[in-house]
């Protein structure tokens, strides 16, 4: 699920994403540090959110698109709005900038995916365009030159790398999950949360806590969910969807890639890296797809003995796209950055086109303890 940020103007990756990485979505605590610039302005205030509310009141059409290979964050944000907004009579659409657009087998059961339309169907100048969970423009892919051609370009994002794009920026890097503006842009526009809704928004916050698992989960955050729960949600059918379900094959994928694992104690003087690789043959073989592996970091970097984990996986080109994740004592994102890719202190990844020992061996090379 997670990934990695929703990097920098790098084609750094998000876990679900065309260059490598996740997109951090699903994971990673956008709250943490990033290298590089951050997103600097303040959290949206009353003033913002009402220019925003202005400008939904007065649009008759509204394209609403989240990131790229979207998570269960961008997607579950991006319907939970649509059917808000439908239901107060606007005409939606919901898109992401891939062709073909595919949405992942497990947000397959997210409702409101009739508003879902093709790039083609987005008008080239929209009136009105919000974006969900898209920290960069490249994060738009096929549909960055439309959106960016909207007479009013919103958008409501938490990533602290959110580079500041759009007409009407509601960027809150304190926030767990874009879900949780998409609650208060429903608190004011004055929807109540049902079930369909709710599924959408628990989705798309348990995807980018972990579980609640991660630093930015707090009190409001599990009084969020208790709110979504109330509305009768099946959390824990939503819950074995996004996390405990996959393919026989998914299993073989893994256990050759455990079996392929190795850990170098010396690595980055001492503190330890763990690393695997994915080749395309064995995706091939057990019929998987290369977003169906995306997890397998979780797995590798649970080595008690290594700092840093990375996981190579094989494209059908022989590009490798490689995650990697560190637990606070190495920034992999300067170490993914040294291979052209980015994203968090904790959480980035890279494309590589150089064979699997030399791109860990550069890997390994950049790696640095923390300042
Ligand atoms: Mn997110």
């Not at 290979?69 to 961008?74: F, L, R, S, T």
């Not at 409101?112 to 083609?120: C, R, S, T, Y």
Request: proline share 6%; charged share 20%.
């Amino acid at each position: 699920m997670a990934g990695e940020p929703a990097g920098a103007a790098t084609g750094a990756p998000s876990a679900s994403t065309a260059g490598g990485a996740p997109a951090v979505p699903g994971g990673e605590p956008p709250g943490t540090a990033l290298p590089g610039p951050r997103f600097a302005a303040p959290a949206p205030g009353d003033r913002e959110w009402a220019e925003v509310l202005a400008l939904i009141a007065g649009a008759r059409e509204i394209d609403l698109v989240c990131h790229v290979c979207p998570d269960g964050d961008a997607l579950g944000s991006a319907l939970a709005a649509g059917l808000a907004l439908r239901s107060l009579g606007h005409r939606v659409r919901v898109s992401f900038g891939d062709d073909p657009q595919v949405v992942p087998a497990s947000l397959a059961f997210l409702p409101g995916q009739e508003l879902l339309v093709p790039v083609a169907e987005v008008p080239d100048r929209p009136e009105l365009v919000l974006t969900f969970d898209v920290a960069a423009e490249s994060r738009l892919g096929l549909l960055r030159e439309k959106a960016l051609a909207a007479r009013a370009l919103v958008v409501v994002d938490h990533h602290a790398s959110n580079t500041g794009f759009g007409t009407h920026p509601l960027v809150d890097p304190a926030a767990p999950a874009t879900a949780v503006l998409v609650d208060e842009l429903l608190r004011r526009l004055g929807v109540p949360l049902d079930q369909s809704i709710a599924a959408c928004l628990y989705t798309g916050v348990a995807t980018d806590t972990g579980s609640f698992k991660y630093r930015a989960t707090t009190a409001a955050t599990h009084e969020f969910a208790a709110r979504l729960l109330a509305t009768g949600i099946r959390q824990d059918l939503i819950s074995r969807t996004l996390w405990d379900t996959s393919s026989f094959g998914y299993l073989k994928v893994l256990s050759a890639a455990l079996a392929r694992a190795e850990l170098d104690r010396t690595a980055v003087g001492g503190l330890g890296l763990v690393w695997t690789w994915v080749p395309y043959a064995d995706l091939a073989a057990h019929g998987v797809t290369v977003e169906e592996i995306e997890g397998l970091i979780d797995v590798v970097r649970r080595t008690a003995e290594a700092e840093v984990a990375l996981v190579l996986k094989q494209d059908p080109d022989g590009a490798l796209r490689g995650s990697s994740r560190a637990k606070g004592a190495v920034d992999v994102a300067a170490a993914c950055a040294a291979l052209g890719g980015g994203g968090h202190v904790y959480a980035a990844g890279f494309t590589s086109a150089l064979g699997v020992q030399e791109t860990l061996d550069r890997f390994r090379r950049a790696l640095r303890p923390s300042a």
